[in-house]
């Protein structure tokens, strides 16, 4: 079997920085064993399958890392958006039905692509075993249900300084939760960086998932809705944010890096 597959630079406007995601488009749905095998070989942090659909969406998505499906994945939801748009020049957004988060959107802009997102608000919590791990002492604590915990430091430095041991972040909370630690940024509104070593990805390069969750803490702090954000990885990226109700919309661009087949 011949499966085409596209590896897509997101959240980038130039290769080898953004999120690299794969994206295979299928006529059907494969095992879930060989869709996570899939992943695995491809040893990303996330890997999209889509097959068309009808109804309130033209595609049904699905996300995998290398060891587990996740239930919401924003890079490689608009890196899939970015290959479906870039094939067919005539549509202007593309819908993807999900199985835990509903139905997601990729529209096309002048300089990209914007990324609508369900908001996903944390609160605040007294759980401290995410800045423990790593020796820091927060601002604050929040969680969000899903397993998503928030981490707010002082400075954009602490949040570039962190040197993370995975193993002792990993033993530190069960399964297989986002460790996201941010803080108001230099020359954008805010920075992150985002670990989640239990789900086989030590270092997430730029989180649209992440960003879902920062948008409404940091809009609510600054008292408006549009933000600029900068996920302050190795390869790094730049996140437009804007808080649209009880969604999220999230601006970037991406680069197709790899066009090719996977034989089963």
């Not at 605040?124 to 790593?134: H, N, T």
């Amino acid at each position: 079997m011949k499966l085409r597959i596209s590896q897509v630079d997101a959240f980038a406007d130039r290769p080898f920085t953004g999120n690299p995601a794969a994206v295979m488009p299928l006529d059907s749905w494969l095992d879930d064993d060989v869709l996570q095998a899939i992943a695995a070989e491809n040893n990303l942090a996330e890997t999209a399958f889509y097959v068309p659909t009808s109804g309130d969406a033209d595609f049904d998505l699905r996300w995998f890392t290398p060891s587990v499906e996740v239930a919401l994945c924003g890079h490689a939801t608009l890196a899939s958006g970015h290959i479906i748009l870039n094939a067919d020049t005539a549509r202007d957004a593309v819908r993807f039905r999900t199985r835990q988060r509903g139905v997601l959107e990729v529209r096309r802009t002048p300089s990209g692509y914007e990324l609508d997102l369900p908001a996903l608000p944390p609160s605040p919590s007294d759980d401290r075993r995410s800045a423990d791990a790593l020796g820091v002492d927060p601002v604050a604590t929040l969680f969000r249900e899903g397993g998503y915990y928030v981490i707010v430091l002082g400075s954009e430095a602490e949040v570039r300084a962190l040197k993370p041991d995975f193993r002792k972040l990993g033993a530190a909370v069960p399964g297989d939760p986002s460790h996201i630690f941010t803080a108001p940024g230099d020359t954008v509104d805010f920075v992150s960086r985002m670990f989640a070593p239990n789900a086989g990805i030590d270092e997430d390069p730029v989180t649209g998932s992440a960003h879902a969750v920062l948008t409404p803490y940091w809009a609510k702090r600054f008292g408006r809705d549009t933000l600029t954000a900068f996920q302050a990885s190795k390869r790094g990226g730049h996140v437009a944010c804007r808080l649209a109700g009880d969604r999220v919309v999230l601006g970037g661009a991406c680069v197709t890096v790899l066009e090719g087949e996977f034989r089963l």
